[in-house]
């Protein structure tokens, strides 16, 4: 019989509440936590166990923004999330707007008459009400033209360009449905530097989904982008993603564990005695690539190759996730090579730049502040923290239940953006834009834009 979602949200729980590292270390800044612990020490104080409902609000208040120190309790707490929805179902509005792509896409095909309906008070909030979101949220806009007419406009869709390897740009649902603009300033770099530019088939890379907690339909978005992705890399091309959760999907939970799985062990060289996992989070090729070793009798039977993608195989997971890059660090690749054309116009701008968690989960620093630097006249300034997050989470900063622990999560950044007073603030993560753009009054742009802009002046 299979642990039911309370036990594993309780298993997550007493873990968590034994070992108290994250009471000081996140309550400030985590809903979870701060709903973890005042269970846990109401449960101390009236010796009352907690329900499943409390425990349901507890796991539904991850946004798996992976600031906290325990992959494994983050997956866990998914795991109880997805059990509960398993179990109890997701209510039919939710099922809706989790899946962004189905219903944005649907929406690009009639730009005026969707922008009348989400922009329109009386409409909008008869639809917020019956989908659950709050009414304070607002829908962004449907652009004119979405980015996947764009491309097929602008002959990048189609295969007939994959015949030259270049660079295929995965591009996520925001920038897709409600800012092309962000996409459209990637090709058009990418282009300024001769670099043919290729739109793979792609789906949602189904964050959005999997912190819902629907299972099956992460799974079959995921195995959808990993055939597409590996048929672009078959054709020889690099695939860049200008979204940092889709890039945090696939290069980072896509291939967790699956250095733990036999395929991998054996392409490795592994043997009896000792596992072998790579050194470096960006591994060289397998006949160049160093490993540390695991000695097999102590870990063999806790490192396995069992998380939520390893229904896949794991060297495709592996390959897809090793060769995808970000597009600030593409492009800053380019720039070390000497071969990124550097001739920009000044923009006499103060920018604050926060780079995004997931972005800074990936283990690259922050490429775009090092880039941006190089336009005349813009003085950039990082936002530092280690425990910043705009508190977004997809679709969940929308939903009534999230919208206020979701702006309590982004209040220590909002307040430090504020203090800094910038012209423009720029942040890769579009879902991150929305959460700015509901708190704050100031320009807001994907660094990519300001880097294409600038380019385009001269
Ligand atoms: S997430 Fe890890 S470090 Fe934080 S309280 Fe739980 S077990 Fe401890
Ligand atoms: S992933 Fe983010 S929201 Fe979830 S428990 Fe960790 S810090 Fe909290």
Redesign the pocket.
Known sequence: MSESPENKARYVLERCADCDE?RTM?TD?????QELYRLFDDMQETGRSPGSKDLRLMVD????????PCPE??NR?LDAKSSFIERDKMSPALKIIQDVEKWAGKMTRVPSLANLLLQGRLASNLLKKSAGLHPDRDIPRIPEQDLDSWTRKKGIADTSCADTPGAALFAGCSARFFFPEAARAAVGILQRNNISVYYPEQNCCAMPVMLEGDRDLTLKMMQRNLESLTRTLDAGHDIVCSCPTCGYMFRELLREKAYYSREYQEAAGANDTYMLVPRDNRPPPMDQREHKRLLRMIYGSIFKDDGLFSVFPAMQRIRVAESVYDMGEYLLGLYKKGSLDTDMAAVNKRAAYFPP?HLRKQGIGSPYVQLLKLIPGLEVQEIKGSNL?CGM?GIMGFKQDFHQPSLE?GRPLMQKVQDMQPDILLCDCLSCRLQFSHNLSIPLAHPLEVLYEASRKR
């Open positions: 994250c996140m800044v985590c809903p979870f936590f208040r991850c946004n798996f923004c992976a600031l906290c309790i983050r707490i968690c997050c989470a999560m």
